[in-house]
């Protein structure tokens, strides 16, 4: 269930985003917990100061339009997209960071873990709509908090082993 | 008595517009901003309902349903929130007015979360004037809904403010025999019975799992709460929160596959680790700590699905255990993840073992079959050997 | 008597060394039921006390190859598992005994000198 944060909300108006859900917010912060081999991926546009946060779980939705588009990496970064444009961003100036795509688990074998393949399908989409990463804390093994400052696109991720990294 | 596994995706999904709706109701009646957390669909003994509200003192409206569905909804959320509700509506109310004012509350989000069903039955469904309760545990649902000695069907919902915290529950309990007429009859039909069944299962090797624990460990533990959850996939992390946690995940295989995670928080991991291994260690977990956690999560694993395999007369294997020490949410996202591959909504089997005295020693088990495998093993289930849980080896060698 | 354990469990390992310390002679421990095998042919130890749940190869493939080659081999599961069917291929695979984890001191003993006296 996405949301858009109007403009009267207050300064420090904090927006949760739940797995499989996005939000565009143009004041106060977005957050969103617990990411593992999900991703947090924030576009944003400086100059409007307006910013989205989208956490997919998995890479690629196969067209299967029954399928919600936020779960996935490609079919929710074209949401999300459309949605922070419709809020007053301009499209060519977006930029783009992103964090997750841990391997909290470590399941053996020799298969690529949802977390790299999370990371590389938004490298692949984000490069389709040509928008930059100018920020990436990504892989490891450690869940990770992120918060989003609305007006910048100023990232904080906090990982589970202490370190935390301003993007 | 039948219900369709489909037909619990349809309800869940109206469980949560019927969340939403009520949620909005609340929102432009006081102002409060307010989002649905979670909606889950539960299958539960009254008692382990009750468990989780004993106490915590909590105000509640209840309003019974009639009609084309009949059952019962209650409202519950803590003192607070409850006077913060009723003083948005009538700051300089008297009591009489606030409790009345927070009865009309309860009435117009209950309507919220009721006109969905109606609609989608195409129906009327008629709601009882609403009953404010002050309360805990027991007294959560009607007496009626108790005395039957069946388990319950638990649609919930969490709502929380995005500002204060006004968190509160919206449940609803439907009365089984309605609901199963409204779902219309399907081969992929399962009985009540055979859930019900494979739900005690579960409490049994959640008990054995507890056993194993007290063998090991010498805490007297019991599980506390068990139950067998109906949930869109995405909601599964959430629900588990980001809480830090120490633990195991494990693969089984066989005539179900799946993931089983036991999660200890941090101080019940340090007093396992502590009755295990007798050496003092610090900092991070020793490979010595690593090895007794994952030990008791492997006897704890067998414990829990031997009880299957054996009703199900076959084997269910499981791989060796994985240590995971993070935020729980973190630890089940790549588990949600290659589940959401192939399948939308997940059966979670969820027990919790702690020790008497509360506090002391708390245990998540969570298993996540495949929805398929558990559907077809539910058909295939003889109730007779529900019983046969338990095989002592002697009785084989 | 000499005993082989093999079981992927590092604390595992130490509880059952603890039990047999005294009583009978380890004379290794193997961590996956390859290493089990191996050391098996290396030591010809008089029994085996075998996990099910082992990486690479687990417990019921080793105990197989074991008594295929070595008839004679009194070999005891030592598991977690306490699953009926498990338990019949076990046998099948030429296990004389059976422990389910978790135990106590006396009962492996009893297993134990069951196994081998019988």
């Not at chain 3, 191996?38 to 006390?49: G, K, R, T």
């Amino acid at each position: 269930m996405a949301r858009l944060v109007s403009k009267r909300a207050n300064q420090t108006e904090r927006t949760k985003v739940s797995i499989a859900d996005y939000a565009v917010a143009s004041d106060g912060s977005l957050t969103t917990s617990g990411l593992g081999s999900c991703l947090g991926i924030v576009i944003y546009d400086s100059n409007e100061h307006i910013s989205s946060l989208l956490h997919p779980m998995l890479p690629h939705r196969n067209g299967d339009s029954s399928r919600l588009p936020e779960r996935f990496v490609d079919s929710g970064i074209d949401r999300t997209i459309r949605s922070i444009v419709d809020a007053g961003a301009d499209e060519s100036t977006l930029r783009a960071k992103i964090t997750g795509g841990a391997a909290v688990i470590d399941f053996g074998g020799d298969d690529e873990s949802i977390g790299d393949r999370n990371v590389r399908a938004a490298h692949e989409t984000l490069s389709t709509h040509g928008i930059p990463i100018v920020g990436e804390e990504v892989g490891g093994d450690r869940g990770r908090t992120v918060h989003v400052e609305a007006e910048t696109g100023v990232v904080t991720v906090k990982r589970t082993d202490g370190v935390n990294k301003t993007l | 008595m039948q219900i369709d596994v489909d037909s619990l995706q349809t309800y869940n999904e109206l469980a949560r517009e019927g969340a939403h709706s009520a949620a909005r109701s609340l929102s432009q009646l006081t102002g409060i901003e307010t989002r649905v957390e979670v909606t889950n669909l539960s299958l539960m003994t009254p008692s382990d309902l009750q468990y989780e509200y004993v106490g915590s003192e909590f105000s509640a409206i209840r309003i019974e349903l009639d009609g084309a569905l009949v059952g019962e909804t209650v409202l519950t959320f803590d003192t607070d929130a409850g006077d913060r509700i009723a003083e948005s509506l009538t700051p300089n109310g008297n009591e009489q007015l606030q409790r009345s004012s927070i009865e009309e509350v309860g009435n117009i989000m209950t309507s919220g979360f009721i006109d969905g069903w109606a609609d989608h039955l195409g129906e009327v469904i008629d709601s009882s004037p609403p009953v404010f309760i002050q309360g805990s545990g027991m007294d959560v649902l009607t007496a009626s809904a108790i005395s039957r000695d069946e388990q319950l069907f638990v649609f919930r919902s969490r709502v929380e403010s995005t500002a204060e915290s006004i968190d509160f529950d919206i449940l609803f309990v439907p009365d089984r025999t309605s609901l199963s007429s409204v779902t219309r009859p399907t081969d992929e039909g399962i009985s009540f019975r055979k859930l019900e069944v494979f739900n005690s299962m579960t409490r049994n090797g959640a008990e054995r799992a507890a056993e194993n624990i007290t063998a090991m460990t010498g805490f007297q533990t019991d599980v506390e709460i068990n139950r067998m959850k109906f949930v869109p996939i995405e909601e599964i992390p959430v629900t588990v929160g980001d809480r830090r946690y120490v633990g195991t995940v494990m693969q089984f295989c066989g005539k179900l596959n799946g993931y089983l995670v036991i999660l200890f928080d941090h101080p019940s991991a340090e007093a396992v680790v502590d009755a295990l291994v007798p050496m003092e260690t610090d900092g991070e977990w020793s490979e010595m700590e690593q090895s007794a956690i994952k030990e008791l999560g492997n006897i704890m694993t067998s414990g829990f699905i031997d009880g299957w395999a054996n009703v199900l007369e076959s084997s269910i294997d499981h791989t060796p255990p994985t240590f995971v020490s993070d935020m729980g949410s973190a630890i089940m996202s790549p588990i949600v993840g290659r589940m959401a591959q192939t399948q939308d909504h997940a059966f979670v089997l969820d027990s919790t073992i702690q020790t008497d005295n509360e506090g002391t020693f708390r245990c998540e088990m969570l298993a996540l079959p495949n929805g398929t495998e558990l559907r077809d093993v539910l058909c295939d289930l003889l109730i007779e050997r529900a019983e046969k849980t338990h095989v002592d080896p002697s009785e084989v060698f | 008597m000499n005993v082989l354990i093999a079981d992927d469990s590092e604390f595992m390992r130490s509880l059952l060394r603890e039990i047999l310390d005294g009583e009978y002679t380890i004379v290794d421990e193997a961590e996956n039921g390859v290493e089990a095998i191996e050391l098996y042919n290396d030591h010809n130890p008089d029994l085996v006390m075998m996990d099910i749940v082992m990486p690479i190869r687990d417990g019921i493939e080793a105990t197989n190859e074991i008594t295929d080659a070595d008839p004679g081999a009194k070999v005891i599961m030592c598991t977690s598992v306490g699953q009926e069917q498990k338990m019949k291929s076990a046998i099948q695979a030429g296990a004389q005994g059976y422990i389910t984890k978790p135990f106590q001191k006396p009962s492996v003993i009893d297993e134990i000198e069951s196994v081998v006296t019988g």
